[in-house]
């Protein structure tokens, strides 16, 4: 939400706060909605760090966490697609640092999953998990 002068997580250390920052305000909007009675999901390319807020934030709603982690081919394909938002050294770190991810509840290799299937497949985690 920072707009100026935003920084990403990998560009030192207010990239990082932003990220923490960010984190935060989405834990405390998600348990807002939670206490309202809303199921909440919270889409997020996280770090080993941001993963770390999220499951101690909102441990109180057991809350999963799940990693969706298509190949790093299908990743390049998807960035130019959807018009660069990545140049191509910033996706090759973020693949290596979203392989590296330990820690979740459940991982799913998205790369032939549609959108609408991901979306069946986390309303079933859920409905699980409850």
């Given at each position: 939400?920072?707009?100026?002068?935003?920084?990403?997580?990998?560009?030192?250390?207010?990239?990082?706060?932003?990220?923490?920052?960010?984190?935060?305000?989405?834990?405390?909007?998600?348990?807002?909605?939670?206490?309202?009675?809303?199921?909440?999901?919270?889409?997020?390319?996280?770090?080993?760090?941001?993963?770390?807020?999220?499951?101690?934030?909102?441990?109180?709603?057991?809350?999963?966490?799940?990693?969706?982690?298509?190949?790093?081919?299908?990743?390049?394909?998807?960035?130019?697609?959807?018009?660069?938002?990545?140049?191509?050294?910033?996706?090759?770190?973020?693949?290596?640092?979203?392989?590296?991810?330990?820690?979740?509840?459940?991982?799913?290799?998205?790369?032939?999953?549609?959108?609408?299937?991901?979306?069946?497949?986390?309303?079933?985690?859920t409905e699980e998990h409850w």
């Open positions: 939400m920072v707009v100026q002068p935003h920084k990403a997580p990998w560009e030192g250390h207010d990239g990082r706060q932003q990220q923490r920052l960010g984190v935060q305000n989405t834990c405390m909007l998600a348990t807002n909605f939670v206490q309202a009675g809303f199921d909440v999901v919270i889409v997020d390319v996280v770090s080993q760090e941001t993963a770390t807020m999220y499951r101690q934030e909102l441990m109180q709603y057991r809350a999963k966490l799940v990693l969706l982690l298509p190949t790093l081919t299908e990743i390049e394909q998807r960035n130019r697609v959807r018009g660069p938002r990545l140049k191509a050294e910033e996706v090759a770190y973020l693949y290596a640092q979203q392989s590296q991810l330990v820690g979740f509840d459940e991982q799913l290799d998205n790369t032939h999953v549609s959108a609408d299937v991901v979306a069946e497949y986390l309303i079933h985690l």
